[in-house]
Each structure stands twice: as structure tokens, then as C-alpha cells.
């Protein structure tokens, strides 16, 4: 072979040998970029997941205060029933000692019932509550976190599916590939959880709502056990008015 052939598949072979170097150390070079990138994200998502926490916690406080302030009302509501009612039997002046004692008694009974059927509410409303506060948010929000915790070390799990010699051309196109993937997918749960977070929101909520409705009919029917009593009081114990 003429030298200047050999001088020219020399050089031939140093320009591949360097464009299959620059190849590969921008695969690297790729590689390491999509790294970074998915550790930032995880970053990045971690921040947001710690707002999105911090603000579910606050709706719930806020959602339990204004359940707090439903029991409150009815609890005084009760007890502006039984006050009423014990001042009328105590201040009677139509009635004897024995009936004033026995309408005592029924007032005791009746009382004793209605805080029974208002800690009947308040347990009833704390095991919907458990799905309301426990259930609907985190079972999003712990997805988040795992696949957060899984995005730092994501491109090392990809490399170990791949055969570094027959399947590395494409190694940075499964990255990016995955990387919009993911973007897409987690920006959809953050969708569900910004719902979430306005799950209190409504007038209508049917926690409210059933608790609400638990206590105006327990309030409704202390006070007609207290009219029973009363209507005692009325015909001196003798026959119920």
C-alpha cells in the first residue's frame, strides 16, 4: 500500500477514534446534566410538598375549630334548656316537695341522655374525620414523597436497565423522555392536591353538614323532653299536660 494511504487511514482512524471520545464524553456529560436535573426537581418538589403539608394542617385546624364551635353552641344551647327548666321547678310555687323532687329526677334523666346524644355526634363526626383528615390528602401526598425520594438516584436506576454497549446511543433520549414524563405525572398530582387542600371549602361539606344536623335534631328533642317535664310541673305531678 502507497504510504500516503497509510498516512491517510491513520488519520482516518484518529478522527473516529476522537469523534466516538467527543460521543461519548457528551453522553456523559448528558448524563450528569439529567442527574442534576432530577435532583433539583426532587428539591424543588420537597419545598412544595412541605407548603402543601403546612397549608393542609391549616385548613384542618381551621375545619376542626369551626366543628369545635358547632358542639360548643349546642352544648350551651342544652344547658340554657336545662337551666331554664330546673329554674321553673325550683322557683314553682304550685307544687309540693315530693313532686318538685320527682321532676328533679326527670330533669337529671333527660339531662343525662342529652349529653349522651351530643357525645354521640362528636364521636360519630371524629370517625368521618379520620378519612376526611388522615385518608384523602396523604394517600397523594405519600405518593409524592416516594417518588421524590426515588428522582435523586433516577438516572442510576435507568443506566442499570440499559446495556452500556448496545443500548447507550439512546441513553439521553430515555432520560429527557423520562424526565417530561415525570414532569407530567407529578404536575397532575399536584393538581389532585391542590384540590385537596379546598376539600373544607365547601358550605355544603357533609361532615358539616351530618354534625349539624346531628346536633339540631339532639337540641330539637332535649327540648321537648324538657316540655315533657315542664307539662309534669304544670298539673302539680298529677297527670302529664
Known amino acids: 500500500m502507497h504510504p500516503t494511504w497509510n498516512w ?67 352544648t350551651l344551647e342544652m344547658r340554657s334548656i336545662d337551666n331554664t327548666t330546673e329554674s321553673a321547678i325550683l322557683q314553682a310555687d304550685t307544687i ?42 396523604f394517600s397523594f401526598a405519600n405518593i409524592v414523597h416516594r417518588d421524590a425520594t426515588e428522582l435523586t438516584h433516577r438516572v442510576g436506576l435507568i443506566l442499570e436497565q440499559y446495556n452500556k454497549i448496545t443500548q447507550m446511543d439512546n441513553i439521553l433520549e430515555v432520560l429527557q423522555e423520562e424526565y417530561y414524563a415525570f414532569n407530567s405525572y407529578n404536575s397532575a398530582l399536584q393538581e389532585v392536591l391542590n384540590r385537596e387542600l379546598d376539600r373544607f371549602a365547601r358550605a355544603d361539606h357533609p361532615v358539616r353538614a351530618t354534625l349539624s344536623d346531628c346536633l339540631d335534631t339532639t337540641v330539637t328533642l332535649h327540648q321537648l323532653d324538657m316540655d315533657y317535664v315542664l307539662g309534669y310541673l304544670e298539673t302539680g305531678c298529677m297527670t302529664w299536660k
Open 8 to 74: 491517510k487511514l491513520f488519520l482516518c482512524a484518529i478522527f473516529l477514534v476522537y469523534v466516538a471520545a467527543s460521543s461519548a464524553s457528551e453522553k456523559v456529560a448528558g448524563i450528569v446534566q439529567h442527574q442534576e436535573w432530577f435532583s433539583k426537581y426532587a428539591s424543588i418538589l420537597e419545598v412544595t410538598m412541605q407548603i402543601k403539608r403546612q397549608g393542609n394542617s391549616n385548613a384542618t385546624l381551621t375545619f376542626n375549630k369551626e366543628l369545635v364551635k358547632l358542639l360548643a353552641n349546642a
Open 96 to 137: 309540693g316537695q315530693p313532686c318538685r323532687v320527682l321532676l328533679l329526677e326527670l330533669l337529671k334523666i333527660f339531662r343525662t341522655i342529652g349529653q349522651a346524644e351530643l357525645q354521640a355526634c362528636a364521636a360519630y363526626t371524629m370517625g368521618l374525620l379520620d378519612y376526611w383528615t388522615k385518608q384523602r390528602f
